[in-house]
């Protein structure tokens, strides 16, 4: 069973900084992981894309956070970072990471528990 472990969130001041890291576990090889991405959902708003990474390196940003935050991932881990700079209390919201995995052939995305970051002003 595949299962994604996020950690990182938390309670930070306007300007300040957090790194997420979400790990995947269970019987897959790196090499079956492909896009990695980081979501987010505030109350009342629909879930939307933060960032996004390929497996080979190229990435994809929200309007919204572009020169802020760096996505990452250490393929031998099975691990995607989300380092944020320079937060903003607007960027206070629930975030999931999600990963497309390939078992038996059959490619899906997973997702994470969720975990909460709050920018305070």
């Known amino acids: 069973q595949v299962q994604l472990v996020e950690s990182g969130g938390g309670l930070v001041q306007a300007g300040g900084s957090l790194r997420l890291s979400c790990a995947a576990s269970g019987r897959i090889f790196s090499s079956s992981i492909s896009d990695m991405g980081w979501y987010r959902q505030a109350p009342g708003n629909q879930r939307e894309l933060v960032a996004a990474i390929s497996s080979g390196g190229s990435t994809n940003y929200a309007d919204s956070v572009k020169g802020r935050f760096t996505i990452f991932r250490d393929n031998a881990k099975k691990t995607v970072y989300l380092q944020m700079n320079s937060l903003k209390p607007e960027d206070t919201a629930v975030y999931y990471c999600?990963?497309?995995?390939?078992?038996?052939?059959?490619?899906?995305?997973?997702w994470g528990q969720g975990t909460q970051v709050t920018v305070s002003s």
């Open positions: 999600q990963a497309s995995i390939a078992i038996s052939g059959v490619s899906r995305d997973h």
